[in-house]
Structures are given as structure tokens and as C-alpha cells.
């Protein structure tokens, strides 16, 4: 009887990620990690996992994405994604 032979095959990938535009990545504080970060809006989270916008917001109320949040009386309240624990999410 001859040997069996297993192969394995390990992939790596590597993304780069260019966000530019007004609405691209701004620098911020993020309180989970301690450190200034870049931050997003959730539309453009969205778009770099693949994920709905909703999908996105699930993930912040779970936890498992860091964000900020302007003041409620600001005219423009919005939330901010963590790009760091942007890059720890898989779609």
C-alpha cells in the first residue's frame, strides 16, 4: 500500500484601504482602545466589511465594534466606527 500524503495550504491576504473624501477617515479618541484611532461613519464601515448598514449597527450595539458618538444636541450627532476593530470584523 502506498503512503497518503496530506497538503495544506495556507492563504494570507493583505488589504489596503485608501479613504478619501470629505466624508473619508477623521483622527479620534476611541475610549475601548485607549488610543487615538481613525474613525468612520457606519456607511463607509459598510462598505469596506461588505456588510448593510444595519449589520454595522448590530455589531456596535453587540460590542464588537469600538465607536464614538457626537453629543445629542449637536446638529450633527452621528456615530463614529473604530477602523482598528474595524479590521478585526469578518463579513
Do not use: N
Request: hydrophobic share 35%; net charge positive.
Amino acid at each position: 500500500m502506498g503512503k497518503k500524503h496530506k497538503t495544506t495550504i495556507t492563504v494570507e491576504t493583505e488589504r489596503v484601504l485608501i479613504i478619501k473624501g470629505r466624508h473619508g477617515a477623521v483622527d479620534g479618541w476611541c475610549e475601548q482602545c485607549g488610543a487615538r484611532v481613525k474613525l468612520v461613519t457606519p456607511e463607509i464601515a459598510a462598505t469596506l466589511t461588505g456588510l448593510s448598514r444595519r449589520a454595522v449597527y448590530r455589531l456596535i450595539e453587540t460590542g464588537r465594534l469600538h465607536f464614538t458618538e457626537s453629543p445629542a444636541a449637536s446638529p450633527e450627532a452621528q456615530v463614529s466606527v473604530c477602523l482598528a476593530s474595524l479590521t478585526t470584523v469578518r463579513p
